[in-house]
């Protein structure tokens, strides 16, 4: 991964987590095991769903593949 993807994605991430944070009940963030847990929680809750979306959607979505744009070959020509 390039450098500029990976300060994308650390700035989303920072983003991410400080909307999780305002909805994470203070009591759970002051034990590492209380943050690990309400972590996981908004991992699967909240983003995990997002992005297994995005990604069925993409996989999903027709692609053009260049080599394949045309399907007449030379000897149809003739």
């Known amino acids: 991964m390039d450098a500029e993807k990976k300060a994308q994605i650390q700035a989303h991430a920072r ?3 400080a909307l999780l944070y305002e ?3 203070p009591e759970q963030v002051k034990t590492l095991a209380g943050i690990e847990a ?3 929680g908004h991992l699967l809750e909240h ?3 997002e992005i297994g979306d995005f990604l069925l959607q993409q996989a999903a979505a027709p692609r053009v593949d260049e080599s394949a ?3 007449v070959s030379s000897d149809d020509c003739a």
Do not use: K
């Open 15 to 17: 983003a991410l987590a």
């Open 38 to 40: 309400a972590v996981r």
């Open 23 to 25: 909805e994470t009940d």
């Open 69 to 71: 744009a045309s399907t």
């Open 47 to 49: 983003v995990d769903p």
